[in-house]
């Protein structure tokens, strides 16, 4: 059974660091681009970061660049979400994905995803 998880989501000050995994199991993450999503409330999904399958390029949203890093360990079939310098707007649900295809910001393009973790950045 294709599962995703994520977890490392809670609460932080502004200004603080999470930092969230996506445990995949029952497929093999070295076959997958993974991505990171957000929705917050009232708000559509949106792209967040995505890295191929290799590792060797990523993708972010201009709203986290040189905030967020996101990185993948296929042998241990886990994908990270550094966030630092966390911001009010950053709160969301924020939820891995995987697909087959290339990079997308498209969330339709995605093959399956996680349940989300909830981050609230308040003080």
């Known amino acids: 059974q294709l599962q995703l998880v994520e977890s490392g989501g809670g609460l932080v000050q502004p200004g603080g660091s999470l930092r969230l995994s996506c445990a995949v199991s029952g497929f093999s993450l070295a076959f997958y681009t993974m991505g990171w999503f957000r929705q917050a409330p009232g708000k559509e999904r949106e792209a967040v970061a995505c890295i191929t399958i290799g590792g060797g390029n990523t993708n972010y949203a201009e709203s986290v660049k040189g905030r967020f890093t996101i990185s993948r360990d296929n042998a241990a079939d886990t994908v990270y979400l550094q966030m630092n310098s966390l911001k009010p707007e950053d709160t969301a649900v924020y939820y891995c994905?995987?697909?087959?295809?290339?990079?997308?910001?498209?969330?339709?393009?995605?093959?399956?995803w996680g349940q989300g973790t909830q981050v609230t950045v308040a003080s």
């Open positions: 994905a995987a697909t087959v295809g290339v990079c997308s910001v498209e969330s339709l393009r995605y093959d399956y």
